[in-house]
């Protein structure tokens, strides 16, 4: 299975994410994950940690599904601070590259009142294309 990420050259040029992805294969939508343990515990009260693992979370599905992290074609990121994202974005890369590598899917990154769980700071979703 071969994902193809969409970037037409009469569009804004994308930086860490694809305008669209595409391929054939079987669905996996990965639900909403924070960065919280086995227990359901919060690793912490930053940003990057919580990130970290909620992210880590999100490929850990894709895996027990018989995935990869380059089977991601769509992810959704929602963060309570925008501006707590844009100032930690060195930090926020490395984590993502971590985890991802140098794969970029389709993406959107949105700023939310309040998630669920409270002192989560961020919450990543996705869906995979498994061969």
């Known amino acids: 299975m071969a994902t193809t990420l969409i970037n037409p050259s009469d569009l804004v040029k994308p930086l860490g994410y694809s305008h669209g992805a595409m391929g054939t294969g079987r669905l996996l939508f990965v639900a909403g994950q924070i960065g919280s343990d086995k227990e359901g515990k919060l690793v912490g009260d930053g940003l990057v940690e919580q990130f970290d693992r909620a992210l880590g979370s999100v490929v850990r599905v894709v895996e027990e ?22 100032e ?36 990543v979703e996705a869906v995979a294309m498994l061969p």
């Open 65 to 86: 599904a018989g995935g990869k992290a380059e089977h991601i074609v769509k992810l959704n990121l929602l963060v309570l601070d925008k501006n707590e994202y844009r």
């Open 88 to 123: 930690r974005g060195r930090d926020m890369g490395a984590v993502y590259r971590k985890h991802m590598g140098r794969h970029f899917p389709a993406m959107t990154l949105a700023e939310v009142k309040g998630l669920w769980d409270e002192g989560a700071k961020v919450e």
